[in-house]
């Protein structure tokens, strides 16, 4: 079985710029999940998909970062303009529903200079 | 968000020895989960615990869900060096997911 995909592993931009994020959760999860990850600390959630419904984005700063999944499998995050303290690790996990497990991707490690 | 409090926040060893770390919470939750991450890549899950007091094993690792519902423990026996990445633990409450701080974990051989 498949895992959890992501793109790109890296991505490097100046700041003001915008950039883009994108995600395939594992065949059949209805939870996605996007993921800010600081050097040295733990996840921290930006957005809960159920299926295509943003149900939990209250941690997601709505003045630069917006998501969507459409047809309630791909996912994509954006951030636009990018400021130089978005430079993290952005994961994305999906989980089959009910809170009982959630298995995460490879991540995009964004680089702001 | 909630955040976890695991410990130790890191963790030098010796090959062969065993080791542990644990978490705790003010807030009950229904699972615990504990994961690995290596260097460039997203954590990787373990262990996956689903009842209070439940005691789980995968290979080398055990891991123990607590009867509070408030902690979990990670325990790695005859550790070897692939064991070295950073170890955390995870809380559900549904769907969502608190993760903790992190054990960072080095073998020498």
């Known amino acids: 079985e498949a895992g959890v995909v992501q793109s790109p592993r890296y991505k490097i931009i100046e700041k003001k710029q915008p950039v883009a994020f994108w995600c395939n959760p594992i065949s059949g999860h209805n939870t996605l999940y996007w993921y800010l990850q600081n050097l040295g600390q733990g996840p921290e959630l930006l957005i809960r998909?159920?299926?295509?419904?943003?149900?939990?984005d209250s941690q997601l700063p709505k003045d630069r970062f917006s998501a969507e999944r459409l047809k309630g499998v791909d996912s994509t995050l954006k951030i636009q303009p990018a400021e130089l303290g978005d430079s993290a690790v952005y994961l994305c996990?999906?989980?089959?529903?009910?809170?009982?497990?959630?298995?995460f991707g490879p991540g995009t490690r964004l680089t702001v200079l | 968000g909630q955040q976890l409090n695991q410990s130790p926040q890191s963790m030098f060893i010796q090959e062969g020895e065993d080791v542990s770390m644990n978490c705790t919470s003010s807030?009950?939750?229904?699972?615990w989960l504990w994961y690995k991450q290596e260097p460039g890549e997203g954590p990787v899950l373990l262990i996956a615990?689903?009842?209070?007091?439940e005691l789980t094993s995968n290979g080398r690792l055990t891991a123990q869900f607590g009867i509070t519902r408030k902690d979990s423990f990670l325990n790695i026996s005859a550790s070897i060096p692939s064991d070295v990445g950073i170890y955390f633990c995870a809380g559900s409450t549904g769907n969502q997911f608190y993760f903790g701080t992190g054990t960072s974990l080095t073998v020498i051989p």
């Open positions: 998909y159920e299926n295509e419904e943003a149900v939990d």
């Open positions: 615990l689903y009842k209070a007091g």
């Open positions: 996990a999906s989980s089959p529903g009910g809170g009982d497990t959630q298995y």
């Open positions: 807030s009950i939750f229904n699972t």
